[in-house]
């Protein structure tokens, strides 16, 4: 289906026209759709070879254009369905892949939108045999916000054709780039690097006014919010353990005063180098190995998808340093070229120095490799590469053939779990546990937790060199279980050995000394104590002498004294303290006390000063307050001495409410002017 587009230009003389009237206006066609016929359509006479696919990379939006067949005449107009979406002075990665070996890829922009591709608005010209090619392209600082054409061509052989015309083989396809113009600029120019600890740098240009740079990343079909976020300063980010074989997406935002940029993403192969190869007539059948502790035995009647396949996860050598390994391979139907590589240093790239095997013109190739004796313990990628003709590398393009990855594993010697696990010095927070040795081992790790801990998530893990650790933050009086384990490399662990348990002491809490009561009047009194050095909150309990223990009030303090208020007068009290060494942990010394006082008589003269009737007494739910002045408050206390209600009053007679209290004796003080009287008075 072909999309129409129509100038603003031509629309409004058409428009005036009609009406008589002359042209006034002219808008730029930039913002509009153009009609195709616009612009030329190029046509290409055979289908056997075209451009399947087109990426881009580094976009606000990218372009991602499959297909399986020549389009109609070998010419597909997607503007309008797909647009690469960048800003002025961006640049992006175009990506193409052709059905076919040697052939040309050029690309135009229209940058003029004058409805032709010249040839000063060629981006990329480039003929080679590989069936993928990369262009890096550019934007002019000087292009407007908009919209403009881009033509992607392709021909069979090294072609000096142009966008229009009738060609042999090839295709040509149109693009839509959208130019905007952000007030915050997203990251431009991201590019990809492999550093020597196989760490994966990400590097990008931006401005100056960025704040901080936000990256999201994970596998190619993450949406925003879906992946791993980290914030950067700086216009770069690494990646410290990328997973190999891994295709990455990268999205980057700009983070500004006045807004966020546009998010613009990236994508990146983690791994080895894939081979291609364009035709599934030949290929290797068969490779299997000889002579390893686990053997290879692969197997095939087919070609795999462009002649590679990545069996590392699945099929593996395992072999010892000084082992000889045959390795047989047959080829289907012609004589071949073969090569084995092994990465052994592991630095993601198959050198010239590290093939171990190769062969040519025959049919069925037997070899034998020795592996090194100095080759170290682990995991390394083996390549088992074929063509019909020299030369072969580990990556290429090439017509026939086939190569296969493996992984090659050279064991550890054996990882001996550690003995006689004894723990000692163990405290009230803290224990010091030791084992000896199962070997030569000089690594160990150490989990710990509460007894029954979930070994998949310990509460605590340690690595030492030393055949004892220290074991801290432990809570006291509890019950511990505790594990270890040889580390003899990162790759090669022992079996845990698991501990006795044991419990941490109990907190030993000294009391308080010697409890002094002084300045007792009839409703307060003063409590201290002789404080120790350890602690520094204490808890006072007290209340009526005669009281059950836990009816008595309770006052938590970090000063060595306290004034008790609000008491009985003519009352007797006792008063316990206590220390305080771990609240959460509920950790108390022992009581001290009881020490016994009481309170003062209401003074004569207040006494004598104030007439109050209470009655009935005792009382069901109601009891009345009557006197000869203006009662201020009333106050009742339980026979503990707590207070239980308090009302303010303005009158001579009140009628107090006593259904919310349980049956008892009670106090209550009554107030008037700056004088009180307690009474007593029971609830039946």
């Known amino acids: 289906m072909k999309n129409y587009y129509l100038s603003v230009s031509l629309l409004v003389f058409f428009i005036f026209k009609l009406n008589g009237a002359p042209i006034k206006n002219h808008v730029s066609y930039s913002s509009f759709l153009i009609q195709d016929n616009e612009y030329c359509i190029p046509e290409y006479l055979s289908p056997l070879y075209f451009i399947t696919q087109i990426t881009t990379n580094g976009g606000i939006e990218n372009i991602d254009y ?53 040839e000063e608005e060629k981006v ?32 069979y052989g090294n072609s000096t054709d142009g966008p229009c015309g009738t060609f042999d083989e090839g295709s040509a396809i149109d693009i839509d780039i959208e130019i905007v113009n ?19 740098e990400v590097n990008w240009e931006g401005q100056e006014e960025v704040n901080q740079w936000k990256v999201e990343y994970g596998g190619l079909t993450i949406e925003p919010g879906e992946g791993t976020v980290v914030t950067t300063s700086e216009s770069e980010f690494i990646l410290e353990n990328p997973i190999l074989d891994m295709d990455y997406k990268f999205m980057i935002t700009a983070e500004c005063d006045s807004e966020d940029s546009p998010t613009v993403s990236a994508d990146y192969f983690y791994g080895y180098c894939k081979p291609f190869y364009t035709t599934d007539f030949f ?13 290879i035995d692969y197997l095939t009647d087919e070609q795999p998808r462009d002649g590679y396949d990545n069996l590392s996860s699945s099929m593996t050598l395992i072999t010892n340093p000084g082992d000889d390994i045959t390795i047989n391979t047959e080829y289907f139907i ?25 062969g040519e013109d025959m049919n069925e190739q037997e070899y034998v490799i020795t592996i090194p004796e100095d080759a170290e313990p682990g995991t390394y990628r083996m390549r088992v590469g074929s063509r019909d003709n020299a030369p072969l590398d580990a990556c290429g393009l090439y017509a026939y053939g086939s190569t296969l990855d493996f992984s090659l594993v050279i064991p550890y010697p054996e990882c001996i779990q550690p003995t006689d696990l004894i723990t000692e010095y163990i405290t009230d927070n803290s224990a010091t546990i030791s084992w000896s040795p199962g070997g030569e081992e000089e690594m160990w790790e150490v989990m710990y937790g509460v007894e029954g801990f979930d070994l998949n998530n310990p509460e605590a893990t340690l690595q030492v060199q030393t055949t004892e650790a220290l074991l801290t933050n432990l809570s006291s009086n509890t019950l511990y279980d505790f594990y ?29 000394e010697n409890i002094y009561i002084e300045e007792v009047s009839d409703t307060s009194a003063k409590v201290s104590w002789d404080d120790t050095e350890e602690e520094n909150t204490w808890m006072i309990v007290y209340g009526i002498l005669g009281l059950d223990f836990d009816e008595l009030e309770i006052v938590i303090t970090q000063e060595n004294e306290y004034i008790l208020t609000e008491l009985v007068p003519e009352t007797n009290y006792d008063v316990y ?108």
């Open 484 to 512: 270890v384990r040889a580390i003899c490399h990162e790759e090669n662990l022992s079996d845990w050995a698991e501990g006795e348990g044991f419990t941490t002491e109990p907190v030993i809490c000294s009391p308080p």
């Open 124 to 155: 990329f010209d480039l003929y080679d045999i590989q069936p993928s090619k990369t262009a890096n392209i550019s934007i002019p600082n000087y292009v407007s916000e908009g919209f403009y054409r881009m033509r992607v061509t392709s021909y």
């Open 66 to 118: 499959n297909t399986t067949s020549q389009p109609e005449e070998g010419y597909e107009n997607i503007t309008g369905d797909q647009s690469l979406v960048s800003v002025p002075g961006g640049n992006f990665d175009l990506t193409t892949m052709f059905q076919g070996v040697g052939h040309t890829v050029k690309i135009w922009i229209d940058w003029d939108n004058n409805h032709e591709f010249s």
């Open 334 to 358: 012609a004589n071949f070229v073969l090569k084995v590589w092994v990465d052994w240093n592991r630095d993601l790239i198959f050198q010239d120095d590290e093939v171990v095997a190769e």
């Open 283 to 295: 290929y290797l059948t068969t490779v299997n190995t000889e002579g390893g502790i686990e053997n």
């Open 577 to 684: 303290v206590r220390a305080i060494c771990n609240e959460e942990e509920e950790v108390f010394s022992d009581y001290i006390g009881p020490v016994n006082f009481t309170t003062d008589v209401l003074s004569m003269e207040k006494h004598d000063k104030i007439s109050v009737k209470l009655f009935p007494n005792p009382a069901i739910n109601e009891i009345t307050l009557n006197a000869d002045e203006i009662i201020n408050g009333i106050t009742i206390y339980n026979l503990a001495g707590k207070k239980v209600k308090n009302i303010n009053s303005d009158k001579m007679e009140v009628r107090l409410d006593l259904q919310g209290l349980s049956p008892g004796v009670y106090f209550i003080k009554v107030n008037m002017n700056d004088k009180s009287q307690v009474f007593k008075f029971v609830k039946n």
């Open 182 to 200: 952000p007030a915050c600029y997203p990251a431009q120019n991201i590019t990809f690097n492999v550093n020597d600890d196989l760490e994966l």
